[in-house]
């Protein structure tokens, strides 16, 4: 990844879902993010993983009801490059982006735009205000910090607003993100799979890149070079499997199919998805130490009786329905070679099963962090013995 070169739908029933929380999103960050406490702003992780109370279901009446809410010298190789990545593609509905075409099956719309942000702001509750909600990792005013498949930018902007004293990339096959930004963000297009170069990081953060990714071994080692000593390597992602906490997922048969056909897919093309339960050791591997992974249940509907739960599994629903879209079309129609109908057909069934509030679904997600050993230090005997 040359740093200094780094230039760094469908769904029909999308508006259902896309101006709920649009219109949430249009107000200011800090009022979205109703999980923040800033008294626990900057509150380090500690070593071992968060205990989750079990969730009790809420049984009683609707949602609805409830009050709880590197550079080129050469001018026409840089013409180039920028109309590579300013070409996206239009397929079935849907946009998808240009640079490095084909290699991520995600699309980049506004659809999918909204989804991300939102997507954001569980992540934000779910962190339940630790790092203001941002990270888990016990970092201290990195310098440098890496955002890698930042998508809209959002967690940047946001890191960036409550670290002044950090320089933040962020960088993405996608130019979907803002430019006017705060003088210590920066947004790079680049394909973190090509080779890094350039200056050090003090913090890396990788969050939903489950599929987009061929070799993650390979890529954490690349996050593990990269960082200084002592630096910080963060990764979140939801586990493959949408589960149920009641155990009747044997009644939402087309979740089952959808996420057996996605993993099929995701297997073919080369990028699994089967990344959260994997980061522990992957960072392991790399060299990381104090390595810890925290394993936090989120509802993937409003069932659960606890507010805050139910706020998350709210949220979490429109992710979801319009997830089932973003993730399966490309996967099922490109990859599995089914055609756009036979897809809606099945996208449809998956929604209806999601918005099944008696099924108690729900997702494990999975923050892993570790820190790059500093080198032993040496005393003037030990370096006189040398
Ligand atoms: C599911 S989105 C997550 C975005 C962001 N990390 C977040 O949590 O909001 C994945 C993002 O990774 C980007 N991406 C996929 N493969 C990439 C690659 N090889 N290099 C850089 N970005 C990549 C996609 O363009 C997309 O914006």
Known sequence: ??????????????????????????????????????????????????????????????????????????????????????????????????????????????????????????FTMVNKGRGGGLYRAPIDKPARVLDVGTGTGIWVMDFGDAHKESHIIGIDLSPIQPTWVTPNVEFLVDDAEDEWIGQKYDYIHIRMLAGAVKDWQGLLQKAYNHLNPGGWLECTEFEVWIKSYNDTLHNAPDIKKWQEGLQEAANKFGRTMEVAVNLEGWLKEAGFEDVVEEKTVVPSSPWAKDKEMKTIGAYQLMNMLDAASSYGQAHFTRVLGWSREEYAVLNAKVRTQLKDRSLQLYSNLYTVYGRKPKPPKTTPDAEAAE
């Open 1 to 122: 990844m040359p740093p200094d070169v780094m230039l760094e739908g469908e769904p029909a029933t999308q508006a259902e879902t896309s101006t709920t929380y649009a219109a949430h999103l249009q107000m200011p960050r800090q009022e979205q993010d109703i999980s923040r406490t800033p008294s626990q702003d900057g509150v380090s992780g500690g070593p071992t993983a968060t205990a989750q109370e079990p969730l009790e279901a809420d049984d009683a009446g609707s949602f609805e009801n409830d009050s709880a809410l590197g550079d080129t010298d050469d001018s026409s190789e840089r013409t180039s490059l920028f109309s590579e990545i300013m070409k996206y593609r239009e397929e079935n509905g849907r946009r998808y982006h240009g640079y490095k075409d084909g290699s991520y099956l995600l699309p980049n719309d506004e659809t999918e735009q909204n989804r991300l942000d939102l997507n954001h702001h569980v």
